[in-house]
């Protein structure tokens, strides 16, 4: 099969067209041909080496996907060949930037004729980290305030509705140009990161979710309550240390299983969450894709579709 890979660490330019062995179920597996995969903040990091994990080479790249289930390995009873299913890989197996994959069968949902491949790859990594983050971590309740850091993100746009389901108060934190976008999410106080100072324009508040890092969540202890919970999923700075010992810091243990990406789901056939707007591109276009996504003013998700089988004979 063609996947896209990378055999050194550096920019876009490393991700290469490579023809990898066809992969195979094993007991408990399925193998799903990717219509899409959906490009996340950390793939960006793994293939510059600066993430916290580090790759073999060659390294393909990404977590969540969505396909059609091609063969099923022995074991597996719940799932048939030519069913629509999304999901999202553990670390440590080659990614989703290829034309096929195997994982276990309970990392996979089957997908609803209502939703395409394109936006079921888009919500499964983003989805559950949410999910986990505000409603198993954080656990939001009505009447808390919550703040958002990098709401436009793949991340932060299912939050802020996933919050404001919850009941929850929820300031955000976005660029001026996705300013109308966060707000179309629910948002009434959005604060401009480069114009205003959050500590300043922010309420105290009960949660804090930090998807930016850096000096961000430093200066988010600054406005939680006492016994606030400072949730992240992107570092603080180096050797930082927290300064109050009244809040809660957490970072989510984002598990992959079906159960949350049922929930996902669930919210989304509720009509609390909606799927976020989706730049396609080819995947044999990925360091095009990575090239705009590094430029972090992205609102929604990038995602890779398959390969133009008509241009394609690698």
């Known amino acids: 099969m063609r996947a896209i890979a990378f055999r050194k660490y550096g920019g876009p330019e490393v991700l290469e067209i490579t023809q990898l062995a066809d992969p195979v179920a094993a007991p408990g597996e399925v193998v799903v041909d990717v219509h899409a995969a959906s490009i996340n903040g950390v793939d960006a990091k793994t293939r510059s080496g600066t993430g916290a994990y580090k790759a073999s ?85 009505p009447a808390d305030t919550v703040l958002i850091h990098g709401a436009a993100g793949g991340v932060g746009s299912f939050a802020v509705p996933l919050a404001l389901y919850l009941g929850a108060q929820v300031i955000a934190t976005a660029s001026a140009s996705n300013r109308k976008f966060v707000q179309r999410l629910g948002v009434e106080r959005v604060i401009d990161y480069a114009t205003e100072d959050f500590r300043i324009a922010s309420p105290p508040c009960d949660v804090v979710f930090d998807t930016v890092g850096g000096q961000t969540q430093v200066q988010s202890y600054e406005v939680l309550k006492p016994s606030g919970r400072l949730i992240w999923i992107a570092p603080a700075s180096q050797n930082f240390v927290s300064p109050r010992k009244d809040v809660r810091a957490v970072r989510p243990d984002v598990r992959r299983d079906r159960r949350h990406l049922e929930r996902v789901l669930e919210l989304l056939e509720l009509g609390a969450v909606r799927t976020p707007p989706i730049q396609t591109f080819a995947l044999e276009d990925a360091a095009e894709a990575h090239r705009v996504a590094e430029k972090r003013h992205v609102a929604g998700k990038l995602v890779l579709t398959r390969f133009d089988n008509n241009t394609l004979n690698v």
């Open 57 to 141: 080479f060659p390294h393909v790249l990404g977590r969540d996907f969505s396909g059609v289930v091609s063969s099923v390995g022995p074991g597996v009873s719940d799932l048939a060949c030519g069913e629509s299913v999304f999901g999202v890989l553990d670390q440590g197996r080659d990614g989703t930037y290829a034309e096929q994959l195997a994982l276990p069968a309970h990392l996979v949902v089957r997908k609803p004729h209502w939703l395409s491949h394109a936006e079921a790859s888009a919500v499964a990594l983003t989805g559950i980290t949410a999910v986990w983050a505000l409603e198993d971590t954080a656990q939001v309740q």
